[in-house]
């Protein structure tokens, strides 16, 4: 068990590029979850997947965001046309298939900076 | 809806003093809750969760939570703090696939 990964782990842009992170879950978790958090603030939950289905998406996942898990294995989430409101910590969380209740295991998280 | 509203944005104690951070919850179903971990520039760590079995939960680090009904409280408490406790925490409360979270209590510890 290596716990989750995310890369990058840092990530600065200039608004109006397209970024995309990467998150790789434990081992054998069949659901996988994005989240944001902004400087102050607890985390806000974005999108879930469960296997490659994406199951549930949040409504402050808007148009430019998009996320994928092909396979149900690794995900990766990008953000279009980036915004300075875009800048903050996404974080990536895994928990396993029988687990429960949803006890969700957090990787590192990349670090956004939008100039 | 449910939701988590974190008491004191930011507590101060002293080395080996009591550590008492404070969490009420508002959920509409039996709630299952949290307490995360944060140190600087890194991800969450789970400390503890409430499943509604006993309702003392112990977790890592020697810290534990009480879940209070009547109170609508999960109060996070270590009897005694450690130099390496400062980090910033948060309560989370599951809302089906999501959790959500509190807006955190940064702890610091002085020697």
């Known amino acids: 068990d290596t716990g989750v990964s995310q890369n990058p782990r840092h990530k600065i842009t200039k608004r109006g590029q397209n970024v995309t992170f990467r998150c790789d879950p434990i081992s054998e978790h069949n659901r996988l979850y994005w989240y944001r958090q902004t400087l102050g603030q607890g985390p806000e939950f974005l999108t879930y997947?469960?296997?490659?289905?994406?199951?549930?998406k949040s409504r402050l996942l808007s148009d430019r965001f998009s996320a994928e898990r092909p396979k149900g294995s690794f995900s990766t989430l990008e953000i279009q046309r980036t915004e300075q409101g875009d800048s903050a910590m996404y974080l990536c969380?895994?928990?396993?298939?029988?687990?429960?209740?949803?006890?969700?295991?957090f990787g590192p998280g990349t670090r956004l900076t939008v100039t | 809806a449910q939701s988590v509203t974190q008491l004191g944005s930011h507590v101060s104690v002293s080395e080996g003093a009591l550590v008492l951070l404070r969490c009420n919850y508002s959920?509409?179903?039996?709630?299952?809750l949290f307490w995360y971990v944060q140190y600087p520039n890194q991800g969450l760590q789970l400390l503890l969760k409430y499943t509604s079995a006993a309702t003392l939960v112990k977790g890592i680090n020697g810290f534990e939570a009480e879940f209070k009904k009547s109170e609508t409280s999960f109060h996070l408490t270590k009897p005694s703090a450690h130099m390496s406790d400062a980090a910033e925490y948060f309560c989370a409360v599951s809302a089906g696939t999501a959790l959500i979270f509190g807006k955190g209590t940064t702890l610091s510890v002085s020697s």
């Open positions: 969380a895994s928990s396993p298939r029988d687990g429960g209740p949803y006890e969700q295991y």
């Open positions: 959920s509409s179903v039996p709630p299952y």
């Open positions: 997947f469960q296997n490659e289905a994406q199951l549930e």
